[in-house]
């Protein structure tokens, strides 16, 4: 039985002094039957790890894959791996924004799995993409090549469909379960847990956490209020 887990992507929002606030509220809680992780802004990790109850866990949005050097504005693995347990590698803001591409995913997932920081790889078909009918093979090719000499059991998969991210239109249940099926064909793993995100909010957790390969959620805009976090961690 894979056990769930509800991941928090603050994306570039809270300050230091607001993520110990949200750590603050949330410590309060026990009755979570799911894992927790926060992913936090970079420069709130170190506060974070310190405020937050240890039951929960601590994630970054991102990392670069090499060790060390010459790269200004980058940040390590061995920076920030006395507080993460999680980072988030290959959202589809950073392939879209930053152009980041599958190799780069691939090289960033590499990098974390050799500091014992768990990424969570994030895949998922552009609007476009699915009304052109071409999800499977997008989802095919984005798994092949950010995963490719990859252990799949040591990491976390997210599906995020891009037209649902941010854009309160989820993915249905059933729509979300058939690519999260074809997600667990392609990489061949039942230990593997495989995330959804997109429009995310307490009241269609559930109904989306209740499929048979969905595992948890990679929740954004309804992870900044605590409240509303909560809610869906209570029903996953
Ligand atoms: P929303 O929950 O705001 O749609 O964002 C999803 C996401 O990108 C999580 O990584």
Redesign the pocket.
Known sequence: MRKKIVVA?W?MNKTVHEAVSFANEINKYQDFRCDVALCAPFVALSELRNVLDKRFHVGAQNIYFEEAGAYTGEISATMIKKFCRFV?VG???RRQIFKEDDQVVNKKAKIALKHGITPIV?IGETLQERESGKTSEVVQRQILESLKDIDVTQIIM?Y?PVW????GRNATPEQAEEIHALIRRLIGSEKTRILY????KPENAKGLMQQKNIDGA??????LDVKSFIGICQNA
């Open positions: 992507n994306k988030i959202h589809s803001e994030c997210a995020e649902a991210i941010g854009t995100g997109g429009s995310v990679l929740v954004g805009g309804a992870s």
